[in-house]
T-cell receptor, first 110, second 114 residues
């Protein structure tokens, strides 16, 4: 079983739609959680950290469920510019290692 | 200017050649990392360094070596390149003072080994 699992998608949604991505992680001792965004052939960019109480940044809302080892990202009012791959990332291990999911691809169309 | 830079951005080489990829950062972070990314896979950690005198192997260090020349510079070498090392390579940094340990990535080096 992979340490971080995501649905690869693609999720094809119209502009203005709300879309949600889920991610599960296997190590219950994981310490920090993130969503990164990666455009084709570019570097991953930190979208947001995920806090235990959940957090919101504009149109983006992240939730963490430690009991179920589950992380989610909700994007409201999707824009064309939101088209990208979204990486679920978990900090695990005694040496602060980031574990990356393979990503969920989002395509927003007019 | 970018906070994390990588050179070269693209490189094509032949099997058996020695290749060095370089990473520099102006973020003032003490921790630096090298990852590779293959299509459809998550990033895999090759090596990491928590300060100039600290070097650690990651998941896939075989065939690679690193050098931390200064706090701001971290180089990755392929001693004898082979075709399955064709991938996108990213350098990243993080700040020991960040309680969440987020990492920040350079633009990547696309390496092709023929």
């Amino acid at each position: 079983r992979k340490e971080v699992e995501q649905d690869p998608g693609p999720f094809n949604v119209p502009e203005g739609a709300t879309v949600a991505f889920n991610c599960t992680y296997s190590n219950s001792a994981s310490q920090s959680f993130f969503w990164y965004r990666q455009d084709c052939r570019k570097e991953p960019k930190l979208l947001m950290s995920v806090y235990s109480s959940g957090n919101e940044d504009g149109r983006f809302t992240a939730q963490l469920n430690r009991a179920s080892q589950y992380i989610s990202l909700l994007i409201r009012d999707s824009k064309l510019s939101d088209s990208a791959t979204y990486l679920c990332v978990v900090l695990s291990g005694g040496y602060n290692k980031l574990i990356f999911g393979a990503g969920t691809r989002l395509a927003v169309h007019p | 200017d970018a906070d994390v830079t990588q050179t070269p951005r693209n490189r094509i080489t032949k099997t058996g050649k020695r290749i060095m990829l370089e990473c520099s950062q102006t973020k003032g972070h003490d921790r630096m990392y090298w990852y590779r990314q293959d299509p459809g896979l998550g990033l895999q950690l090759i090596y990491y360094s928590f300060d100039v005198k600290d070097i650690n192997k990651g998941e896939i260090s075989d065939g690679y070596s690193v050098s931390r020349q200064a706090q701001a510079k971290f180089s990755l070498s392929l001693e004898s390149a082979i075709p399955n090392q064709t991938a996108l390579y990213f350098c990243a940094t993080s700040d020991v003072r960040d309680p969440y340990k987020a990492q920040y990535f350079g633009p990547g080096t696309r390496l092709t080994v023929l």
